[in-house]
């Protein structure tokens, strides 16, 4: 822990968070603008493993970020909170997090392979945020980098309201520097890693290009003022300084999308990017006010010291000799050191002790944090990611984060007998750290199944379960949970006789059953007349039926979508029980399905699949390989989605192949749409496989 450091007032902070497509330059960005603005005595490398913001074993090792990581640049006075959000929708849960506390977004494009299926995902979430937004388009000093049709993109695909305040000079190794549409000023690098440019008069050959931009630039900024509008249809010279205030106002309200452009791995752009943050990006002040619920409903609160205090922790991490770290954002009010609050989700008290700022891997003490600034602190007992801490007084909690669904699972087993409590206690953790990791023991199916939002997430998950808690398992497909149903009405008895000296046991009832529509579910019917069996155990027939079904008769599987029809039956007076009419209810059940033609359903997944065009036939080959039934395609943009069903069955690592064929340019989504009729073939394979189980 390094010293104390300053504590800055709430119109000196912002929070942006940092988002794109994976490989697209974001986390060199952010180490690029800690180390201009002197805050990181050492510019980090992603493929030496010393990256700013990608510091955990797995990230180093896999050389992609996997979690959210926070740091701070000072510059000109203002403490900017870079949250450093992956590019790989694996883990799009830790994008949703990072937005969620951030006042505005910097979009970071790729300027070879323009605006990708992580651009577009990660753009409609700042959208759902409301995040003001910044563009940046990186990597100019590569081979192919193109940012005249990389702005193209972004206005046919992101958003009409994106303007460029700034256009390259040259590009790959011939990216010398940028103009500045706002001073009309070049702005030629200098040697070095700190950024240092030589402002003077724009080329010659640019000249043209940039008059077009700036006129584009202005109009734009003007229209969002009446008087500067006024200024300039009259001739008049704009105010710099008013024009800077119009625009962080259009920013602001979504009605600009400045386009900025460099080199983060060379540190070229940052000093202009981080003047821009610091004069155009909103503050809390400025930021929508937030809504919280309390005891009497919900109610406002704003960044200011007087307002009641409220922090939402967004990110939970864990750390071998420190234990769990708890990352926040303060909300209202001010937080100090020895400060007690209150987790009102668990009703528990936390004193907040060594209080911190984060900087990557490193926490920098602070005796406090004004409304708005983002902190970190060890050791909360009750407390987990989304949870609120507010003032004891006050029952406040603050909307958390909108965590994505997952949709991807592995079954599990531990490798060593003997492990399996410490595979619970490390897949707790797990879930603790990143809520869209999620897992537990499914008896239907008898295997602990972990659920996540991509393979990548699961293996990288699991890596860490060895890494931290010493379990190492094994991966299997998850058994699918197959239904079994009739197809034809039969009927039969059921009879439950035993004697064995004293009271016996006797319960007779004749059943029908026949088949239901698909999703209607269970139905017992009562048609008992003349009392041949008493009202009173009647109930005790229906929960034998009911019960019997669970197993299914053909391979053990529950068996849905029927009706039961008791019509008959006989009783004896002494010996009929609840429990004896029950057996006989589940051995009529087992007679008559077999006598009702069952067959096996498999689950149907509604699959959607987003991909460029160019890949389009490749993904409806393999999905027609996968039993898949195409139900549509629409354009989206320069993209296709294909929706189709597909056999669950059939979707074991498909995010893997979909991956490895379109070369990680599509994406899908799955959920539940029915269960269907299997084929012959498939019945007789999920019949054998549950026999070799029970053998």
């Not at 080329?203 to 008087?227: G, H, K």
């Not at 000799?321 to 528990?348: C, E, K, M, W």
């Not at 869209?436 to 991509?454: A, V």
Request: charged share 25%.
């Amino acid at each position: 822990m390094a010293s104390s450091a300053p504590v800055t007032e709430t119109a000196d902070i912002r929070n942006v968070v940092v988002f794109g497509h994976g490989g697209c330059g974001k986390t060199s960005l952010v180490d690029s603008l800690c180390y201009v603005a002197g805050n990181t005595n050492r510019k980090g490398d992603i493929d030496k493993g010393s990256a700013l913001t990608d510091f955990t074993a797995e990230e180093i090792a896999h050389k992609i970020s996997i979690n959210l990581g926070v740091a701070h640049a000072r510059w000109n006075g203002t403490k900017v909170n870079l949250i450093d959000t992956p590019g790989y929708l694996d883990f799009f849960g830790e994008v949703m997090a990072g937005m969620r506390v951030a006042d505005s977004g910097l979009c970071v494009i790729d300027a070879v392979h323009g605006v990708e299926v992580g651009t577009e995902r990660t753009w409609a979430a700042a959208d759902f945020q409301g995040l003001p937004r910044m563009i940046f388009v990186s990597l100019m000093d590569r081979d192919n980098a193109n940012f005249q049709k990389t702005f193209q993109q972004i206005l046919k695909t992101l958003t009409a309201a994106a303007i460029p305040v700034q256009v390259p000079i040259g590009s790959g190794k011939n990216f010398k520097g940028i103009v500045n549409l706002l001073s009309m000023k070049a702005h030629l690098f200098k040697g070095g890693d700190k950024g240092n440019y030589e402002e003077t008069d724009i080329p010659e050959e640019l000249i043209s290009d940039v008059e077009t931009f700036r006129e584009q630039l202005i109009e734009a900024i003007v229209a969002a003022d009446d008087e500067l509008l006024e200024a300039y249809f009259e001739g008049e010279d704009l105010d710099p300084k008013k024009v800077l205030e119009v625009l962080g106002k259009a920013i602001r309200n979504g009605d600009v999308v400045p386009v900025f452009c460099g080199a983060g791995v060379n540190s070229w752009g940052m000093r202009t990017l981080l003047d821009k943050i610091v004069e155009l990006m909103p503050s809390p002040v400025e930021a929508a006010p937030q809504i919280v619920k309390n005891s009497d409903g919900e109610t406002e609160i704003q960044a200011d010291p007087a307002s009641a205090t409220a922090a939402l922790v967004f990110k939970t991490t864990s750390e071998p000799q420190v234990g769990d770290l708890s990352y926040f954002r303060v909300f209202g009010g001010r937080i100090t050191n020895g400060l007690t609050l209150l987790n009102p989700q668990h009703s528990a008290n936390e004193r907040i002790a060594h209080l911190a700022i984060p900087q990557g891997a490193q926490r920098l003490d602070v005796d406090s944090l004004s409304p708005g600034d983002i902190g970190v602190v060890a050791k909360l007992r009750d407390t987990h990611t989304g949870d609120t801490l507010c003032a004891t007084k006050n029952k406040l909690v603050l909307e958390s984060v909108m965590w994505p669904s997952t949709d991807i699972s592995l079954a599990i087993t531990a490798q060593t007998r003997g492990d399996e409590d410490k595979i619970g206690t490390g897949l707790a953790k797990l879930h603790e750290e990143d809520p869209t990791f999620t897992s537990g023991y499914d008896p239907e199916r008898g295997q602990t199944i972990i659920r996540g939002l991509g393979e990548i997430h699961l293996n990288i998950s699991l890596e860490k379960l060895t890494r931290k808690y010493g379990v190492n398992v094994e991966t299997h497909a998850p058994r699918i949970a197959y239904r079994e149903t009739i197809t034809k009405l039969a009927e039969g008895q059921g009879r439950h006789k035993k004697q064995s000296g004293g009271r016996g046991q006797f319960g007779d009832c004749y059943v029908r059953l026949s088949p239901l529509g698909r999703g209607e579910g269970y139905d017992f019917v009562n048609s008992i007349k003349g009392g041949v069996i008493p009202t009173k155990f009647i109930p005790a027939v229906d929960k034998g039926i009911n019960s019997a079904s669970t197993q299914g008769v053909l391979a053990g599987y529950p068996l849905v979508d029927f009706r039961a029809e008791c019509y008959d039956g006989s009783h004896h007076a002494v010996d009929s029980s609840e429990i004896a009419f029950q057996i006989a209810g589940s051995v009529a059940f087992r007679n008559v399905a077999l006598k009702a033609k069952p067959v096996i359903l498999e689950p149907i997944m509604e699959v959607e699949v987003e991909t460029p065009e160019e890949f389009m036939g490749e993904v409806m080959g393999d999905l027609n390989q996968r039993r898949g039934r195409v139900l549509g395609m629409d354009s989206k943009g320069a993209r296709q989605v294909v929706k189709a069903l597909v056999p669950q069955s059939e979707l074991y690592k498909y995010s893997a192949a979909l991956r490895s064929f379109t070369h990680g340019k599509a994406m899908h989504t799955r959920k539940l749409s029915s269960y269907e009729q299997a084929p012959p073939h498939i019945q007789e394979k999920v019949i054998a496989e549950s026999k070799a189980r029970k053998d």
